[in-house]
Each structure stands twice: as C-alpha cells, then as structure tokens.
C-alpha cells in the first residue's frame, strides 16, 4: 500500500501531508486559558524557582506538550509574581 496524502485549501492557505515536497506554513493560534488555583499551591510554586511568573510558568507548560517556535504568555488579572501575590494577600 503507497503512502497516502491529504490537501486541504482554504483562502489564503494550503495544508498538504505525505511525502511530496512543500514548503513548511507557521501557523499562529491565539487562545485564552482561565484557570484557578489555590492560593497555596500558587506561592509554592512561585517560591520554589527563582523569577518564576505565571505568564513564564504557561509558557513552560505549553513548550514542554507542545514544540513551538515562539511562545507569548500574558497573565490579564490576577497575580504574575510572587511579589504581586504577596500584595494581593496582605
């Protein structure tokens, strides 16, 4: 049985798989994750490695699931920093 391939075409875009040669498309995703976590658990894990944010901690996660080229992370609300953990609890 031959390797099989497969073409899907959308406006502006082109995404082929199989053995013939083609050139390789970046593709960008941008998603937003809510989640919760308690507060313990947020400033042990923040304490335990030095200049660790949440936005860097995401990063980490996806990185290590996924292998992406580029990672942004971006915490909206909610605490970033141990720093700013603190002042949140004080």
Do not use: H
Request: net charge negative; proline share 2%.
């Amino acid at each position: 049985m031959g390797a099989r391939s497969w073409a899907v075409e959308l406006p502006g875009f082109a995404f082929r798989s199989g053995e013939e040669d083609t050139d390789s498309m970046d593709v960008k995703i941008k998603v937003s994750v809510d989640f919760t976590v308690s507060s313990t658990a947020l400033e042990d894990a923040l304490a335990e490695y030095d200049e660790l944010t949440v936005a860097g901690l995401i990063r980490e996660i996806i990185d290590k699931a996924v292998a992406c080229d580029e990672i942004r992370a971006r915490v909206e609300e909610g605490p970033n920093t141990l720093e700013e953990y603190d002042q949140l609890v004080s």
